[in-house]
């Protein structure tokens, strides 16, 4: 089993940045695939940012240039660096992750808002 926590959400104004960090408890298990989903009000959950185990990213258009998603293995956490944050950014970001066994697991959610 594994418990993965989203942390560094919050309240930022508009052209500011925020880290978001996620870290999985997996003992025994090693991460292979990790990403940072968001689901803004009223709408359905979206991929964001996804890194693989040799380190390839890709990211959603709307956040190109902006975001950047890192991951450390030997911590086995995610983080997500969001510069440039937009009202558009407003959402509950999620984070997921897969074991190399082949489990998935998804975070609780950290709230995310960009208002000035």
């Known amino acids: 089993q594994a418990q993965v926590v989203e942390s560094g959400g919050g309240l930022v104004q508009p052209g500011g940045s925020l880290r978001l960090s996620c870290v999985a408890s997996?003992?025994?298990?090693?991460?292979?695939?990790m990403a940072w989903y968001r689901q803004p009000p009223g709408k359905q959950r979206d991929l964001v940012a996804e890194?693989?185990?040799?380190?390839?990213?890709n990211y959603a258009d709307s956040v190109k240039g902006r975001f950047t998603i890192s991951r450390d293995n030997a911590r086995k956490t995610v983080d997500l660096q969001m510069n440039n944050l937009k009202p558009e950014d407003t959402a509950v970001y999620y984070c997921k992750m897969v074991t190399g066994l082949g489990s998935l697991y998804w975070g609780q959610g950290t709230q995310v808002t960009v208002s000035s």
């Open positions: 997996t003992s025994g298990f090693s991460l292979s695939y």
């Open positions: 890194i693989t185990s040799g380190r390839s990213t």
